[in-house]
Each structure stands twice: as C-alpha cells, then as structure tokens.
C-alpha cells in the first residue's frame, strides 16, 4: 500500500502547523524506501559510509524515541540500537531487515505523536541530558523536522542510486 503524504497545513496554528511539517516529512522518508527489497534498503552510499535507506529509518527511529519519549515524556528506556549514545551505530544496518527496522520506527513515530498530543502546550520543557539544558516542546519538534528534512536529502540520492527513482 502506498504511503500517504500530506502537505503541511498552509494555515493554522502553530502547533497543527509543526505537527503537519513532521508528517509531511516522516511520509517523505518512507515514500523513499517504497516497494524496495531488503538488499536495496542495505545498499551503501558510498565506501566507507554505511549509509543506507534502512539505515536511516533505524536512525530516525532513535531520533525519535530519544526526543519524545526519553527527553519530553522522560521514559527511562534504552535507545534501541545506539546502547553507548554513539546515534552513528543505527546506521550500520548490514545485517538489518526492513520489517524490522520499519516496525521499530512506526512503533516510536506512534509514541511520538502520544507524547506530543498528551503535552498541553508547546511550551512543555525537559532536561535535556545530551545537550545539558532544558529544551522545550516546540524546539524538540524543530528539531526533529529538521532531523528528517536532511536526512531526506540523503534518502533523495540513495533512492535515486538504488534504481534511479529521483523527486517525490
């Protein structure tokens, strides 16, 4: 099934219009990874990177449990594949699935949202641990579209170097 991808709204408050941008960009990446097998999800950008689509996916699967639910919701859970912090680990996904890596990152997308939509305003703060100040709900959620708009300019040229599909 195809992935639906809806624009942000072009009017709107703040928070519907935040929310709109961090879907329209989570649809973006996985509009990319569409209809590919597991070894093209695997190919590498580039020796030595490790940089692949699953790669990416399992990053932003970490960027997202690491912001929502560990920073804004303070869950005491682990990240899934970066134990030591090093968010450079999820991108080695040589011997990943896409099943896997998909499942991981809709369940913290999910979470996300939860969070998101339980906090009362965009003005909700929490420690930040890795960057050692109190950071608010609003910036986390800058942060992590801005998280997904580079890294979909990555997934634009690994798409595009796995079969030439290229825009979306």
Request: net charge negative; charged share 30%; hydrophobic share 40%.
């Amino acid at each position: 099934m195809p992935t639906e991808r809806v624009g942000p709204p072009r009017t709107g408050g703040e928070r519907e219009t935040l929310r709109g941008f961090l879907d329209f960009h989570r649809a973006t990446l996985a509009m990319k990874c569409e209809g590919l097998s597991d070894e093209e999800l695997r190919r590498r950008a580039m020796p030595p990177s490790t940089l692949t689509l699953l790669g990416l996916v399992r990053h932003m699967a970490e960027v997202e449990r690491a912001w929502f639910r560990r920073t804004i919701d303070g869950e005491d859970v682990p990240l899934v594949w970066s134990p030591d912090g090093d968010y450079q680990a999820a991108y080695d996904a040589s011997s990943a699935t896409g099943q896997e890596a998909f499942a991981a990152w809709r369940a913290e997308v999910e979470h996300s949202r939860r969070v998101e939509s339980a906090a009362r305003s965009l003005d909700v703060t929490a420690y930040s641990a890795r960057w050692g100040v109190e950071v608010s709900l609003r910036h986390v959620m800058l942060h992590v579209i801005h998280e997904y708009a580079r890294h979909n300019g990555h997934a634009d040229l690994l798409r595009e170097g796995v079969d030439g599909t290229t825009g979306v």
